[in-house]
């Protein structure tokens, strides 16, 4: 009879034993706020399954995002707005097994979707505790406002926060589509604004999607203590951050003005995921003039 022994070497897919050694430190929170200090570029890649997940760490990825994306590039939905907690939760999981099983060094960030933060900041913190015990490091939640005094509330209990400014995909309907955000005085002026009290509640990461370069370049500036991790968001932000599929080429549409294709000349996931660390960290990703606004 075949053994079921998780010792025995299994044939789908190529992780290595759950005891590999780490061969680099695991990233943490001063690690994260030291870097942004040094002015070093921090590297972030969505992920939802333990293989992408330990190939992404393994290249080198400094932070992983299990973002609400999956909705779209797993689920098949038209938007995140139908991501549930329970399904991060799963996901969240699965990339945590995939990080511990290779190097175990990259930062996890749990998205907390949509529905998961909205009432009050005790559900909140029910949410983030979700993720949290599933292995993620820190949650990332969308807008500002009234947002802030969730963060703090999170931040003062000990989980680790990352804001999501600009085009924020749980509100798109109200957004009116996937549009850059910040383009007028009043707009630009609030997004500081927001960005501003996000870092003042705590929050160590701040994504900011889809906002001109011009602006992004001005709230990096402004925050000392908070890394802005841009996405169509010009290159001078303190890091950067694209969904898998996307820098992969795996979809069928035309990708969004942001997105650089690396597995184009890559050869491998792993080549491609390497060679965006390098990009990001050279600053040779993104251009303005070709990926921004
Ligand atoms: O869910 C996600 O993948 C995100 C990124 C687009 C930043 O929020």
């Given at each position: 009879?075949t053994s079921?022994?998780?010792?025995n070497?299994?044939?789908y ?5 759950a ?14 706020h ?6 070093e570029?921090i590297t ?5 399954d333990?293989t992408f ?21 797993c689920?098949g939905l038209?938007s995140t ?16 097994r ?9 930062w996890i960030?749990?998205?907390l979707?949509?529905?998961s ?13 979700v ?10 939640l969308e807008?500002?406002?009234?947002t ?9 209990r ?7 400014l ?17 383009k ?15 870092q003042?509640?705590g929050?160590?990461l ?10 992004s370049?001005?709230?990096t ?5 908070c890394?802005?991790?841009?996405i169509?968001a010009?290159?001078d932000?303190?890091?950067?951050v694209?969904v898998?599929?996307d820098m ?31 990009a990001?960290?050279d ?5 303005n003039?070709?990926?921004?606004w």
């Amino acid at each position: 009879m075949t053994s079921t022994s998780p010792n025995n070497a299994s044939p789908y897919g190529t992780l290595p034993p759950a005891s590999s050694p780490a061969t680099r430190k695991p990233v943490s929170l001063p690690r994260l706020h030291e870097m942004h200090a040094r002015g070093e570029k921090i590297t972030m890649l969505t992920a939802y399954d333990a293989t992408f997940a330990a190939v992404a760490d393994a290249a080198g990825v400094e932070t992983i995002l299990v973002g609400d994306s999956l909705g779209m590039v797993c689920q098949g939905l038209s938007s995140t707005v139908g991501v549930t907690l329970e399904t991060m939760r799963y996901h969240v999981e699965s990339v945590k097994r995939g990080v511990l099983r290779v190097q175990g060094t990259a930062w996890i960030i749990g998205d907390l979707p949509y529905g998961s933060y909205h009432e009050s900041k005790e559900q909140a913190f029910r949410s983030a505790a979700v993720l949290m015990q599933a292995g993620a490091h820190m949650v990332k939640l969308e807008g500002g406002g009234w947002t802030t005094e969730t963060v703090r509330f999170l931040v003062e209990r000990g989980i680790p926060v990352c804001g999501h400014l600009g085009l924020t995909p749980q509100t798109v309907h109200a957004l009116g589509g996937y549009r850059v955000q910040g383009k007028t005085e009043a707009s630009a002026a609030q997004l500081m604004r927001d960005s501003l009290a996000l870092q003042d509640a705590g929050a160590t990461l701040l994504v900011l999607e889809m906002v001109p370069a011009a602006l992004s370049a001005e709230v990096t500036r402004a925050l000392p203590q908070c890394a802005t991790i841009g996405i169509g968001a010009g290159v001078d932000t303190a890091g950067q951050v694209l969904v898998l599929h996307d820098m992969l080429g795996v979809n069928l549409g035309k990708n969004a003005k942001f997105v650089r294709n690396f597995m184009a000349d890559a050869g491998s996931v792993r080549g491609a995921m390497e060679t965006y660390v390098r990009a990001v960290k050279d600053g040779s990703f993104p251009v303005n003039a070709e990926h921004a606004w």
